[in-house]
T-cell receptor, first 114, second 112 residues
Framework: NAGVMQNPRHLVRRRGQEARLRCSPM?????VYWYRQLPEEGLKFMVY????????ESGMPKERFSAEFPKEGPSILRIQQVVRGDSAAYFC????????????FGQGTRLTVV | GENVEQHPSTLSVQEGDSAVIKCTYS??????FPWYKQELGKRPQLIID?????GEKKDQRIAVTLNKTAKHFSLHITETQPEDSAVYFC???????????FGSGTQLTVLP
């Protein structure tokens, strides 16, 4: 079991470009969560997805951000027209059910907007 | 929504001493309280958790205590070692939410 896989590990984008972050959950896990971590801060919830469904996107900005978890393939967090304030580490976690059991985090994608 | 406060933000202890980190939460229906350790540049990793029907849980040098009445829970690390140095996050799963709300983190430094 390879664990939660995120790619890329590091991503550099110029202002105005699009960023695509990928997350493959652990085998057997159907629940995926995206969190954002600003430098020296805690983890802030963004979105919770199950296969083909967005369950809770209350933490995700209404504009420029979107997420999906298709029937086949990884979950994708998409940030359009990136700005400097989007620079952060984006972590994905997966669990076999909701987060009242251990949630496993991926290594994160560190996005830098220049 | 759930409000989680974590103290202190930084903590330095001598090797061998104990370290205590405390978190408070707002939703009395919260039922799951994990602690995560994050080393620099790495992923958060679960180190211990406790559920609302238990008051204390211990795993070797690490323990967590929960006071439901006061709505706070604490992480205790005994006989600290330099490799315990990291950022520690508490988290809460509230009754109505389906995802964890994290505290702001505590930078623990164990001095040799």
């Amino acid at each position: 079991n390879a664990g939660v896989m995120q790619n890329p590990r590091h991503l550099v984008r110029r202002r105005g470009q699009e960023a695509r972050l990928r997350c493959s959950p652990m085998k057997g896990h159907s629940h995926v969560y995206w969190y954002r971590q600003l430098p020296e801060e805690g983890l802030k919830f963004m979105v919770y997805l199950q296969k083909e469904n967005i369950i809770d996107e209350s933490g995700m900005p209404k504009e420029r951000f979107s997420a999906e978890f298709p029937k086949e393939g990884p979950s994708i967090l998409r940030i359009q027209q990136v700005v400097r304030g989007d620079s952060a580490a984006y972590f994905c976690a997966s669990s076999p059910q909701n987060m009242n059991t251990e949630a496993f985090f991926g290594q994160g994608t560190r996005l830098t907007v220049v | 929504g759930e409000n989680v406060e974590q103290h202190p933000s930084t903590l330095s202890v001598q090797e061998g001493d104990s370290a205590v980190i405390k978190c408070t939460y707002s939703d009395s229906a919260s039922n799951y309280f994990p602690w995560y350790k994050q080393e620099l540049g790495k992923r958060p990793q679960l180190i211990i958790d406790i559920r609302s029907n238990v008051g204390e849980k211990k795993d070797q040098r690490i323990a967590v205590t929960l006071n439901k009445t006061a709505k706070h829970f604490s992480l205790h690390i005994t006989e600290t070692q330099p490799e315990d140095s990291a950022v520690y996050f508490c988290a809460v799963l509230s009754g109505s939410a389906r995802q964890l709300t994290f505290g702001s983190g505590t930078q623990l430094t164990v001095l040799p």
